[in-house]
């Protein structure tokens, strides 16, 4: 039976059956931390801290009415005891030796799950070393053609459902950032790309052939990468032709979260920014892929964009049409997973006199991510159940640089971005949309313009 919307009319397909996770990059810091993080939770050895779909609440209605749900009780997405691990690594080891390699969980939560993460075994990928330089895979799929490596993962797809039962699957791009690309004509339209791939055409990247495979199979496809892959026209025209929902890109974690706080900040309270030095380090096998500079360049246009969206410096050029804003990624091998993003931000104030503020952020990049992947499975699930195809922008929460439909520009204010994916979760259950307008309360009889006729 489905689950009807009050207002809309959607009907919601019951998250019934198994949901297969399928991940490019499976033997990662990323992915082997939610593997074994999700088992953890799932026999009650951990709590799913930093997931909103697990722990976070949904306000419905005016707030003397008191209704604030477990999102996870308010919409029907998937259980997380219902979801099965599986993917594809350029790297043979499995769950258990990967999450060793990747030194971001202790001993004490890896060893209690070996079993489990021993039988988390990668498929071969789909690997090109000219788009990802400082890698080199040894368990890869030998086939050159760009046709037959998207033939032979649409297999793989298959094969995986078929063994475990599933009745549906989600895809997210784990893997690597890859060189920098721009949309060119072979994106333009699906036809074009198709032409593209088999040509062999060498502008075809592999993150591209996983979304050709998963989106032909009918599977959504999460990008947690910069790469282009599927924000280009081609990808979308296939996504809403094959009613699949796409949402990207590039995983919002450490220092980008706290800009996407801190920025809306600053202009809230119209304070002026004369400059924003951003400088990381990391040693994990993204710092030694961000090393290259080719894929650094990906990682910073997704990183530089944010302020300027933000900012909006044509809309206030006195607070912001100058400002001096510069990232750095620096591949520092003692410090792993444990990522440090300092920021030195110079700013202004009242009759233009300087201030300043600094943030050092010792974060750990797999473990902000972790989270984020398990939310962003359940909720493109849930879309896709909906009948939603296409640019999930309401999803850009989670992202650094959030798609959106030709001609819009992309929201990142963190705020902004939790009020949208909240109201879409109500609109969809048919609850009403909650603006925070609050004069309502204060307005009664002749007070309130409404009937006053003011």
């Not at 599986?86 to 969980?105: C, F, K, Q, T």
């Not at 003692?334 to 700013?347: A, L, Q, T, Y």
């Amino acid at each position: 039976m489905k689950e009807k919307s009050l207002k809309i009319g959607v009907e919601i397909d019951p998250p019934t059956g198994k949901l297969g996770v399928l991940i490019p990059g499976i033997g990662g810091a990323v992915s082997t931390t939610l593997i074994a993080g999700t088992e953890l939770v799932r026999r009650g050895l951990a709590e799913p801290v930093g997931s909103l779909t697990q722990l976070g609440t949904i306000r419905l209605g005016k707030r003397f009415e008191n209704r604030s749900p477990l999102i996870k009780d308010f919409v029907p997405i998937a259980k997380i005891e219902d979801l099965v691990f599986g993917g594809w690594d350029i790297y043979e080891a499995n769950g258990y030796e990967a999450s060793l390699y990747a030194r971001v969980l202790n001993r004490e939560h890896i060893d209690p799950i070996k079993d489990y993460l021993s039988s988390i075994k990668p498929m071969q990928g789909v690997f090109d070393r000219k788009f990802v330089k400082n890698l080199d895979g040894t368990y890869v799929k030998s086939t050159p053609s760009l046709r037959e490596r998207v033939e032979l993962l649409k297999e793989d797809i298959a094969g995986f459902k078929s063994r475990n039962g599933l009745s549906r699957c989600v895809m997210i791009w784990c893997g690597s950032t890859e060189i920098h690309q721009k949309p060119d004509r072979i994106h333009e339209s699906l036809e074009a790309l198709r032409e593209a791939i088999d040509k062999n055409d060498p502008r075809i990247a592999p993150s591209m052939l996983y979304a050709l495979a998963a989106l032909e199979s009918g599977i959504p496809f999460i990008n947690g990468a910069p790469n282009l892959t599927i924000d280009v026209p081609a990808m979308v025209e296939l996504a809403n032709t094959r009613g699949v929902p796409v949402a990207g890109k590039d995983f919002k974690t450490g220092q980008t979260l706290m800009k996407t706080i801190l920025a809306p900040g600053l202009k809230s309270r119209m304070l002026g920014l004369e400059g924003w030095y951003s400088t990381n380090i990391l040693g994990n096998r993204d710092g030694l892929v961000l090393d290259d500079a080719d894929s650094f360049k990906t990682k910073e246009e997704s990183k530089l964009s944010v302020l300027e969206y933000i900012l909006q410096p044509h809309l206030y050029p006195t607070l912001y049409k100058n400002y001096y804003h510069k990232v750095t990624i620096n591949y520092y091998p003692p410090r792993g997973d444990n990522k440090e993003g300092w920021d030195c931000i110079d700013i202004f104030g009242w009759l233009g006199y300087p201030m300043q503020i600094k943030v050092d952020f010792l974060c750990r990049d797999s473990i902000l991510a972790a989270p984020l992947i398990l939310d962003l499975v359940l909720f493109t699930d849930l879309a896709k159940r909906a009948g939603m195809s296409g640019i999930q922008e309401w999803l850009s929460f989670y992202f650094k640089s959030p798609m959106v439909k030709e001609n819009l520009y992309p929201e990142h204010d963190l705020s902004i971005q939790s009020m949208k994916l909240k109201n879409t979760l109500r609109y969809l259950m048919g609850e009403e949309q909650i603006t925070h307008f609050g004069l309502d309360y204060y307005m009664s009889g002749e007070q309130d313009p409404a009937k006053s006729g003011l």
